[in-house]
C-alpha cells in the first residue's frame, strides 16, 4: 500500500493559468459560452475551468472539472469547452483534460454565480 506525499504548504492544488497572454481574455469569454445544462450558469463562473494555458504557438490547453465526477454530461463537456474555444481567432489548437483532483467545491463559484443561484 502506497501512501502519496501531500503537497507542500503553499503549493498551488491547480496549475497557474497564463493571464498574461493576449487570447486569455478572448478564451474566458469562451467559457463563459458554455453552460453546465442543469444549473444556469456558465462553466467559468462556476469554477469548473480549473486551468488556462495558452503557449507562445497559441495552443490552448484547458483544465476542466465537473461539479461531480457522475455528472451526465462527463463525455460532452471537454467537447463543448474546445468547441468554445477554438472559435477564437487567432488560437491555433485546443486541448482539453478532464481531472478531479482537486474536487470541485461550491467555494471555487465566483460572486457572480453565488449571487446567481441565491447564496449571496
Not at 486551468?51 to 461531480?68: F, G, M
Request: hydrophobic share 40%.
Amino acid at each position: 500500500m502506497t501512501q502519496e506525499t501531500p503537497p507542500l504548504e503553499g503549493t498551488p492544488l491547480i496549475r497557474p493559468s497564463t493571464t498574461d497572454h493576449p487570447l486569455h481574455d478572448s478564451v474566458v469569454e469562451a467559457c463563459r459560452t458554455v453552460f453546465d445544462p442543469e444549473i444556469p450558469v456558465n462553466i467559468y463562473d462556476l469554477g469548473l475551468i480549473y486551468t488556462i494555458e495558452i503557449n507562445d504557438e497559441d495552443d490552448a490547453n484547458i483544465t476542466i472539472t465537473l461539479t461531480a465526477p457522475g455528472c451526465p454530461v462527463a463525455g460532452e463537456m471537454p467537447e463543448w469547452v474546445q468547441n468554445a474555444v477554438s472559435c477564437v481567432e487567432g488560437i491555433r489548437s485546443v486541448n482539453v483534460e478532464m481531472t478531479f483532483d482537486p474536487q470541485w467545491g461550491m467555494d471555487m463559484m465566483s460572486d457572480e454565480a453565488r449571487l446567481e443561484l441565491g447564496f449571496m
